[in-house]
C-alpha cells in the first residue's frame, strides 16, 4: 500500500478529511476523489487553466498544486458557485446570457479565475483591456474571447448593484 498523510480542508463550503498519497494532485483530488468534476484537465501543463479553482479565494490551476498544499485552506470549485437557494452566480447568468461559450471545456475555469479577477478588482465596471489581462492564464479554443469579455463585464454590473 501506498504511503498516505491526512488532508483536511473545506470544499464549496463542507469540511473534507482524506487519506491521501503526498503527490497527488489537487485537480485529481477533486476530480476522482470528492467527484467534483466540474474542475477539467485540460493540458497537464498549466497552460490552458481549465483546471482553475480557488484556494482560500485565490484562482490557482490545480493541475501544478498538489493536494496536501491546499491542508486547512477553503477551495471552492464550479460546483460551490451556485447559490445556497439554487441561484446561478452573477458570472454564471453572465456567461450564458452573453453567450460566453460554446463547446464548454473552459467555462468552469474561466468561471473561477474570473471570481477571482472581480473580487480583487471591487464593486463596479471593469474595462475590457483589465478582463482580458486578468483572464490570460485562461485559454479557449472556440468563442475569440468577445464574448467571454462581456460576460465577465455583465456579471461585474449585476455584482456592483447588489448590496453588501
Request: aromatic fraction near 4%; proline fraction near 4%.
Amino acid at each position: 500500500m501506498a504511503h498516505t498523510v491526512p488532508l483536511q480542508m473545506s470544499v464549496n463550503g463542507q469540511p473534507v478529511t482524506s487519506q491521501v498519497e503526498p503527490r497527488l494532485l489537487l485537480v485529481h483530488y477533486l476530480r476522482e476523489e470528492l467527484r467534483l468534476t466540474g474542475t477539467h484537465i485540460g493540458c497537464d501543463t498549466s497552460n490552458c487553466g481549465a483546471c482553475t479553482c480557488l484556494i482560500d479565494g485565490e484562482s490557482v490551476k490545480s493541475c501544478t498544486v498538489l493536494a496536501v498544499q491546499a491542508d486547512g485552506a477553503e477551495v471552492t470549485t464550479i460546483e460551490g458557485m451556485i447559490g445556497s437557494d439554487g441561484e446561478l452566480h452573477p458570472l454564471q447568468e453572465g456567461f450564458w446570457a452573453k453567450h460566453g461559450l460554446q463547446c464548454g471545456y473552459c467555462t468552469p475555469g474561466m468561471i473561477m479565475a474570473a471570481a477571482d479577477l472581480l473580487t480583487r478588482h471591487g464593486a463596479g465596471p471593469i474595462s475590457e483591456s483589465d478582463v482580458r489581462k486578468g483572464l490570460e492564464g485562461n485559454l479557449c479554443r472556440c468563442t475569440g474571447y468577445e464574448n467571454i469579455v462581456k460576460a465577465v463585464q455583465s456579471a461585474a454590473e449585476s455584482m456592483a448593484k447588489v448590496p453588501a
